[in-house]
């Protein structure tokens, strides 16, 4: 499976930015499409989640209430809409999908796709 990202890049503080990521294959009700991201000197963290059947969603404290993720299903693509954003969500973001497992634990992702660097400026 091919995972990629793509709408990063250099924004200011408050700005609204949108992420997306394009799996190449067939998605399975059950999968669990993730974005991750990794600041510099920082170790990777969950950022949000959403099963691809229900479309249920899963959200780090840190981005709950500003950042919103969203699945398309006739375009087979998953979406990060992040909003308020300040300096410290600067880093590259990754989308993640997995089959089964724990949405918030990077290890049960199976693929990974590149990431996409987005850059805060204050």
């Known amino acids: 499976v091919q995972l990629q990202a793509s709408g990063g890049g250099l924004v200011q503080a408050g700005v609204f930015l949108r992420l997306r990521c394009a799996p190449r294959s067939t998605i399975y009700s059950s999968s669990i499409a993730g974005w991750f991201r990794q600041a510099p000197g920082k170790e990777r963290e969950f950022v949000a989640a959403?099963?691809?059947?229900?479309?249920?969603?899963y959200y780090a404290d840190s981005v709950k209430g500003r950042f919103t993720i969203s699945r398309d299903k006739s375009e087979n693509a998953v979406a990060l809409q992040m909003s308020s954003l300040n300096a410290e969500d600067t880093a590259v973001y990754h989308c993640?999908?997995?089959?089964?497992?724990?949405?918030?634990?990077?290890?049960?992702?199976?693929?990974w796709g590149r990431g996409t660097l987005v850059t805060v400026s204050s």
């Open positions: 993640a999908l997995q089959y089964s497992g724990d949405y918030s634990s990077s290890s049960d992702y199976t693929y």
């Open positions: 959403v099963r691809w059947g229900t479309g249920r969603t």
